[in-house]
């Protein structure tokens, strides 16, 4: 057994903002509601997410012997986060402009590991963040980290909603479990839903990808329905920067989560005429890769139709 300030302590040291710690148990509330919105058709040409899915709201069966789940949030919020300047036709997600959070938020995570294992040799774990079958956000508002607002995101009220989750699931129990807090939320608020483009943010806090620029841009071209995208060549920020939470958020303190470079300094010239050894010189080490130069070019094209 693992007491839980040991845990809380060390995740700190390696550079997490948020912890929490929970049983690895079933999530079935939140297994049916993301059923129900697969049936809905919202995941548009994201098949993957059809899989898995028993896995990704059940810890133990994702990672037998599995007793508990530290959950683990850090900001990346730099000023680009706060939004464009009107008319900028080349926007990037704020994210997107740091190294690879996969591979950053992996080697906090077995930091972290590595600590815990000083307390508890037999530890055994798995790290994970975003890209495995695993309920991160569910996990995250079990943990007390925060809430799902209106956008879907997480939303932290110390840190707002750009943040990034990551888990070690452990064959540990540990002395004392987080569990939700009482928040306030979102209230009345619906900024985030009146600042989507396309309409892509539902009333029951789930997101339609077909309409969603963040998806556009990145992952599969989708359902074939004509979507504006304002300009972003990559991701979207557009429901996170008028969020009052991200709006009074501090900016992170994580230097691993620092911009490489400035978009703003970046037209849609530079982008077009911009080849793959400077593409790669340029944003190799971040997220952007996912799409790669060609994509992100036909982004522009497509955005000035």
């Known amino acids: ?26 999530l079935d509330d939140e297994r049916n509601r993301f059923r129900e919105w697969l ?54 997600a704020s994210y997107a402009l740091a190294r690879d959070y996969h591979t950053t938020i992996k080697d906090m995570l077995r930091s972290l590991a590595a600590r815990l294992a ?75 839903v009146e600042a989507c483009p396309n309409g892509a943010i539902m009333e029951d806090r789930s997101i339609d990808t077909n309409r969603c620029i963040s998806c556009r841009t990145i992952e599969r071209e989708g359902s074939g329905e004509d979507i504006a995208l304002d300009g972003w060549i990559f991701g979207c920020d557009a429901c996170q920067s008028v969020c009052p939470y991200n709006r009074r958020a501090p900016l992170h303190t994580n230097p691993r989560f620092d911009p490489l470079f400035d978009p703003t300094t970046l037209g849609a010239e530079q982008w077009l005429a911009m080849t793959d050894e400077e593409f790669t010189r340029l944003a190799g080490a971040t997220p952007m890769t996912r799409a790669g130069i060609e994509r992100i070019k036909r982004n522009i094209r497509t955005d000035g139709e």
């Open 1 to 26: 057994m693992i007491a839980r300030n040991i845990i809380i302590n060390a995740a700190r040291e390696v550079g997490f903002d948020l912890v929490g710690v929970v049983r690895a148990e079933p």
């Open 39 to 92: 049936l809905r058709g919202r995941h548009s040409t994201l098949d993957y997410l059809e899989r898995n899915v028993e896995k990704r709201f059940d810890a133990g069966l994702l990672v037998p012997g599995a007793r508990s789940v530290v959950v683990c949030a850090v900001s990346y919020l730099s000023p680009f986060g706060r939004g464009y300047e009107a008319g900028a036709c080349t926007k990037i």
């Open 118 to 192: 000083e307390y508890a040799p037999e530890l055994q774990y798995r790290a994970f963040t975003d890209s495995a079958p695993v309920a991160e956000k569910s996990l995250a508002v079990r943990a007390g980290l925060g809430w799902i607002g209106r956008n879907s995101l997480v939303v932290s009220p110390e840190i707002g909603s750009m943040l990034h989750l990551g888990e070690l699931i452990i064959n540990e129990e540990v002395d004392d479990y987080d569990t939700p807090r009482e928040m306030v939320g979102c209230g009345e608020c619906r900024r985030c």
